[in-house]
């Protein structure tokens, strides 16, 4: 079985990335490893936490994926190595992995054995010092066992993903969302989920945005050329949350135009006909 | 033949990237992949059909080119795949290959079997979903015509590329000139080509740059460092187009100080000694 | 031996960087090719200079460097070709290797055979015609010495890189210490280097960060979560450069809001006790 290392940084284009491959490389010279993205924003545990989440399944079986953004960094906290099915994921013990740990059956370890770490160590870089030589390690086949111990569920830090909270009504049902990030066209994610929307019944749900006394009311559609340009959409996007875009425009600088994004309220209504 | 995978996309540094890696490599752990660029400005199809028209001749025979710049995912638009010497093209049925297709012998099918797309298919990311598998099992020497039926001429959208007007006077001709795209050093693409000039003959040629009421009369050199630090010179670049650049210094910056760059024009201007 | 080609350039996220692998490939498709960085600010030779001096030891040995930040492509400058131990740099000869040159025993070449030059040669994109071809067929096993001369110390370019000034006082020694660069964190790196400060001593070592008539006093510390959030440290960095940051947050940012990043002091001050 060919093993990929995969990264995911909030590196931004700096030189930490290549400074992790050249760690990688120096120790397992055959192993491939894959970018899957360093934009993370500085310190968004959340952001990473769901993008992670979102993409791992679409790496192929052995993958190991190397997850930086590490904040405490140098003080205490351990580094997690988690396993399920034949993936594995090494990250501090941060929150990064929540969702991972959450809706999967993992193997939780820390980190114990300080062989395999990079000499001398730094403080502020254990992302290329010590997550990037466990995970060349680990490629080579290095049983976890004679790095890391398993820990007590107890014992891994969680982050709260806001839950889209209900309320019911008599002719209506709405689910009360928020920001969770937006990319590089603009186009926002929400933390409202494809479960809370029938595809079959689309036409009956539709987004409130609202921010200050500002409203804007918008239909729920499947892709961007179902609207006129510069028209704002809702959708379930590749990775099963809900976005909203403006067709070929930034949705993000249109709302950061009026306030900062979470300010805003993204609310799907659902209503009965 | 060793085969690789070649990516230009609009996705920035987004994990939308990551992702198609994951899904090329799930099907195809062996082959190559090569980011080409991703940073064409959002839903700019012109800027990517210069880009990759000036780019393919520099990879190996045999190389796949996956070109997602797709305004119009999700809707009835097909996806083509291009077929010329040893290369291979995926793209959008958007006009994206318009320079491959107009400037080369080519073969053009439009992919048909839904057999090799991800299971579920997305209605936003098709770069993921068909471009990318499609790429990974041609890879592996998959028939085409197992995936994709050929179509006519006339089928294919093609964009308009704006070509330089020409106008003689008796003791100059002016070829009138457009911004197409620029760099990340501020360098300025124009679509005046490398065909409308004589090397051997370049100081009876300059460019006359102007917007409003504002006009620059540039000279033509070879290279920057020919004028002094932020003085405005005009060049061929290294792929065949007259470009605008400021030693030392951004085009883009300077130019936008003043107007939209869309606003300007950049004449050629041959004078007869 | 398996054989790496390191790529850093200022090209950011343009798609030179992919046309350079092509060629590479095109030449040595067997040899693998890493990204140190791309970011390097436009033409920042001393910026490029540190990043890789700080960067090759983390590389394979045999790994070959190729380094284009070259505002004088095309004029009749040079292309240098460095070795030592095991590591080969490629670069124009205008300074971006002089730390590399200055603290190892190094060979120095300059590139003289133009047989394996990119035909058509362009004037303005040598990473590509010259400097990735050359590379390309040394990491298949070319002798330097079929593209290349020896040449004379006295004719290798350097640049100056500032060293902190002491000033030594009864009661305190003073580091003079200047802005290098920041990277994407907002984190401001130095020219202070980790030689002047002992760890075991770190209490009595602060930095007086001053601008106009604004000063701040800050404490050395080993990682960011030392102090609260959005408070000012100084730490000895992953690359042994004394640093500034904000603790999630960006101190580049906090200084610009003052005055231009250039105009700051950055001293290192050891009190006494």
């Known amino acids: 079985m060919k093993r990929f290392i995969v990264l995911l940084t909030d590196f931004g284009n700096d030189f930490y990335v290549g400074q992790m491959k050249g760690v990688i490389k120096n120790i397992n010279e055959k192993v491939e490893i894959i970018d899957l993205c360093h934009n993370i924003q500085p310190q968004n545990i959340l952001q990473a936490s769901v993008i992670i989440d979102s993409s791992y399944k679409f790496f192929p079986a052995g993958s190991i994926f190397v997850c930086v953004v590490d904040p405490g960094v140098g003080s205490k906290r351990d580094i997690l190595i988690v396993r399920f099915n034949k993936y594995i994921f090494i990250s501090p013990n941060n929150g990064l992995l929540t969702k991972i740990i959450q809706t999967n059956n993992v193997e939780v370890f820390k980190v114990v054995n300080t062989k395999y770490f990079l000499k001398p160590l730094s403080n502020t870089f254990h992302g290329r010092d010590i997550m990037s030589p466990i995970a060349a390690y680990l490629s080579k086949g290095l049983d976890i066992n004679k790095i890391a111990t398993k820990i007590d569920e107890s014992s891994i830090v969680k982050i709260d993903i806001p839950i889209p909270k209900k309320r019911f009504h008599k002719d209506y049902e709405v689910y009360i969302g928020k920001y969770l990030f937006h990319d590089s066209f603009g186009?926002?994610?929400?933390?409202?989920?494809?479960?809370?929307?029938?595809?079959?019944?689309?036409?009956?749900?539709?987004?409130?945005?609202?921010?200050?006394n500002k409203i804007w009311k918008i239909k729920m559609k499947k892709f961007y050329s179902e609207v006129r340009e510069k028209e704002i959409l809702g959708y379930v996007n590749s990775f099963g949350y809900i976005e909203v875009a403006v067709n070929k425009s930034s949705a993000y600088a249109l709302f950061t135009s009026v306030a900062p994004i979470t300010k805003f309220s993204f609310n799907l209504i659902y209503e009965k006909k």
Chains 1, 2, 3 share one sequence.
């Open 187 to 212: 186009n926002i994610v929400t933390n409202l989920t494809d479960d809370l929307i029938r595809e079959s019944d689309l036409d009956n749900y539709f987004l409130k945005i609202s921010c200050k």
